[in-house]
């Protein structure tokens, strides 16, 4: 069974743009979940979408949004990126209760110039 | 708010011995679940081992265990037989029921398997 795909896997982009990333959970999975990870903050939840709603939110700025398909990828965009938007993102998805483990992907490592 | 401790940022051990890594987390919850991840140079985040806070018995994976201490909020993890690929960080991860798939991670610990 194929695991968590997240791409790119690496991302350069400029202050003032906005990205895209996208991930693709396993198969069968319908939850899929969002993280962010710095040296500074550690790792910290974005969002989590189950059957294509939000169903929980973290404490990140508006400019940080997701959404998930009838396929359950999804994706998360970031608007006018900021220098403190570097970070490793990681997607996990999961069959979707807090008692099955959630499945991570490589991540995306985005660099803002 | 719930929030996970790790007080050991980085540890060391010779290859086939034991090392144990700390956790110590918050919440006034009585159901929830804990998680041991491990973050090799890879960087992908590989699940260890997982623990449920109804369950007394503490969860063992092959070389993996847990001591759980629900009372004092505690929830280590022993690995037995170190092996070099056991080199990577470590990080203790909480999962509140009610909070569906929002794990909330501690800071690592970095192990180092010496040969």
């Known amino acids: 069974k194929a695991g968590v795909t997240q791409t790119p896997r690496y991302l350069i982009k400029t202050r003032g743009q906005q990205v895209t990333l996208s991930c693709s959970p396993i198969?069968?999975?319908?939850?899929v979940s969002w993280y962010q990870q710095t040296p500074g903050q550690g790792l910290q939840f974005l969002f989590e979408?189950?059957?294509?709603?939000?169903?929980n939110k973290g404490n990140f700025p508006g400019r940080f949004s997701g959404r998930q398909f009838s396929n359950s990828r999804s994706e998360m965009n970031v608007s006018t990126l900021e220098l403190g938007d570097s970070a490793l993102y990681l997607c996990?998805?999961?069959?979707?209760?807090?008692?099955?483990?959630?499945?991570f992907g490589d991540g995306t490592r985005l660099s803002i110039l | 708010a719930q929030t996970v401790t790790q007080s050991q940022p980085e540890m060391s051990v010779q290859e086939a011995e034991t090392v144990t890594l700390s956790c110590t987390y918050d919440t006034s919850e009585n159901n929830y679940y804990l998680f041991w991840y491990k973050q090799p140079p890879s960087r992908q985040m590989i699940l260890v081992i997982r623990q449920e806070a109804y369950k007394q018995q503490n969860a063992t994976e092959n070389r993996f265990s847990v001591n759980f201490q629900k009372a004092a909020k505690s929830f280590s993890l022993k690995i037995s037989d170190s092996q070099l690929g056991d080199t990577a960080m470590y990080f203790c991860a909480f999962a509140d029921p009610g909070a569906t798939n929002k794990l909330i991670f501690g800071t690592g610990t970095l192990l180092a398997v010496q040969p």
């Open positions: 198969s069968g999975h319908r939850s």
């Open positions: 996990a998805s999961s069959l979707g209760q807090s008692n099955q483990p959630q499945h």
């Open positions: 979408y189950f059957s294509e709603t939000q169903r």
